[in-house]
């Protein structure tokens, strides 16, 4: 998949099922950084997360305390563990339906996204299966709400900074 530059309103991906794109809504009941997030992919919503939040940071908090959504019709959960010291502690995951999608740390810099034990795709979009609307959706949320920031590894930031500053 190749991902654009995410604006403030939305954003776009070219791929093997055409062109998902990203509707962003900011919502002003709530804080300036909760939004409505609704990705269509051939002019049908496959994916609707009501309450999420502005990439980086802002989406990787509500997605810790789990964010429910709606994903083709069915019911869409979206939960992260991060901070945690090992590589193995930290994942983001799609639960649609009776499937789940888990992107997990492989390495210092790269993601790799995990279907029952086996890799469907790669964080960065290279599909080695069949891709399908689920993992299209999945790939171009993580990439777009940049949730990469929870499996980064939250010691050697911590290592880095000091060294830095």
Not at 80 to 89: E, V
Not at 106 to 119: I, T
Request: with cysteine; charged share 25%; glycine share 10%.
């Amino acid at each position: 998949m190749e991902f654009t530059k995410i604006r403030p309103d939305g954003a776009s991906a070219a791929t093997q099922l055409g062109e998902p794109a990203l509707h962003r809504t900011r919502l002003r009941t709530c804080t300036d950084a909760t939004e409505s997030w609704r990705v269509e992919l051939d002019g049908r919503p496959p994916a609707e997360l009501p309450a999420f939040g502005r990439p980086g940071f802002h989406a990787a908090k509500p997605a810790t305390r789990g964010v429910a959504g709606v994903f083709d019709g069915a019911e869409l959960h979206l939960r992260a563990r991060g901070r945690h010291p090992l590589r193995s502690g930290r994942f983001v995951e799609f639960c649609a339906g009776d499937r789940t999608l888990r992107f997990v740390r492989r390495g210092l810099l790269r993601a790799e996204l995990l279907e029952d034990g086996r890799s469907p795709a790669d964080s960065d979009g290279r599909v080695s299966a069949e891709p399908d609307p689920l993992l299209v959706c999945a790939v171009a949320l993580y990439h777009w709400a940049e949730l990469d920031y929870v499996n980064a590894n939250p010691v050697l930031g911590t290592v880095v900074l000091s060294l830095l500053f």
